[in-house]
């Protein structure tokens, strides 16, 4: 059942089109404070004890002062990307990097057949998310995520002794911008028999593998009429290269440590670039019930991400 919003944003009788998170001229502070704000004790239920509603509603607003693209994006996407980072004490779109809410365009099929487009929002959990939310969960001590750069010194070794030697280059005041040649995480926890430590390696390579599985990267190509991987980097991957490696590694390292509820959450949400997926799969019963409660449900009939 889709619901129709007012100029602040104000829920209206419910079967009215509900595509836009806002309409042209309406003020993105009004509109998405009212939205949520109609939400009242149920959204307060939903939240950590350290997630307030009034910070995640200043946060929100912020965010689509920011990026005005998030206004188009539906409501559910929105609402539904805002509602699940929140629920796992993530800030959004903040100078802490935890996650970031990116307008994406699909190509959707309408009631008739006919192809066309629409925004929405899908949210990309920045590496240091995954470090916060890990280390938060009590179960792992240390976890962190290192890029290699050409001129490190660099040795790993596999197998019952595995081995891992890191020397940065600090005396080249270029290193940084130096190709990336590994990336890697490391996860320490404590246990009845001591410190164990593990680590999760991927080379240059490795990591352009996962980046072109994104949804995020691929472009639509016109001689095929598919989607295809980009050869070169798109949205975070061209402005943070460094940033979504160490995340990858951290993902895949993640896999394999003891987990809280929350980080088996986070994994859900970061497993699928799809916003139809993750509707299904990845939001939280909590989320999925505030939102069926409050008629947010505009979801597009079918079709492929693009950026």
Same mark, same amino acid.
């Given at each position: 059942m889709a619901v129709k919003t007012d100029a602040t944003g104000k829920i209206q009788k419910p079967g009215e089109d509900n595509t836009a998170l806002v309409t042209p001229g309406d003020s993105a502070k009004d509109s998405i404070l009212g939205l949520l704000s109609s939400m009242g004790k149920d959204l307060e239920r939903a939240l950590p004890m350290h997630i307030r509603p009034d910070r995640m509603m200043r946060i929100a607003t912020t965010a689509v002062e920011k990026n005005r693209d998030l206004l188009a994006c539906t409501k559910r996407s929105f609402i539904g990307s805002l509602l699940s980072a929140s629920q796992l004490g993530l800030e959004v779109n903040t100078p802490l990097g935890h996650a970031f809410l990116v307008p994406f365009n699909r190509r959707v099929k309408d009631a008739q057949g006919n192809w066309g487009a629409v925004k929405e929002c899908q949210i990309i959990i920045g590496y240091q998310g995954y470090? =916060?939310?890990? %280390? &938060?969960? #009590? /179960?792992? !001590? /240390?976890? !962190? !995520? &290192?890029?290699?750069? %050409? #001129? =490190?010194h660099f040795e790993a070794e596999l197998g019952l002794n595995e081995r891992l030697v890191h020397r940065p280059n600090w005396d080249d005041p270029d290193r940084d911008l130096k190709p990336l040649t590994f990336v890697y995480a490391i996860a320490t926890r404590s246990t009845p028999y001591g410190e164990v430590h593990a680590f999760e390696l991927l080379s240059a390579t490795g990591v352009e593998v996962y980046r072109k599985r994104s949804n995020s990267q691929q472009v639509y190509d016109a001689q095929s009429k598919r989607m295809v991987p980009s050869d070169v980097p798109l949205g975070p991957w061209a402005t943070d290269y460094g940033a979504m490696a160490k995340k990858t590694a951290l993902r895949r390292l993640t896999q394999y440590q003891p987990k809280s509820a929350e980080v088996a959450q986070l994994l859900a949400i970061d497993a699928s670039d799809d916003v139809k997926l993750r509707s299904q799969r990845a939001y939280s019963p909590e989320v999925l019930e505030l939102m069926g409660k409050y008629g947010v449900d505009d979801e597009p009939t079918e079709g492929d991400p693009e950026e």
């Open positions: 470090i =916060d939310l890990v %280390e &938060r969960s #009590g /179960k792992v !001590a /240390k976890f !962190a !995520a &290192r890029t290699v750069h %050409e #001129g =490190d």
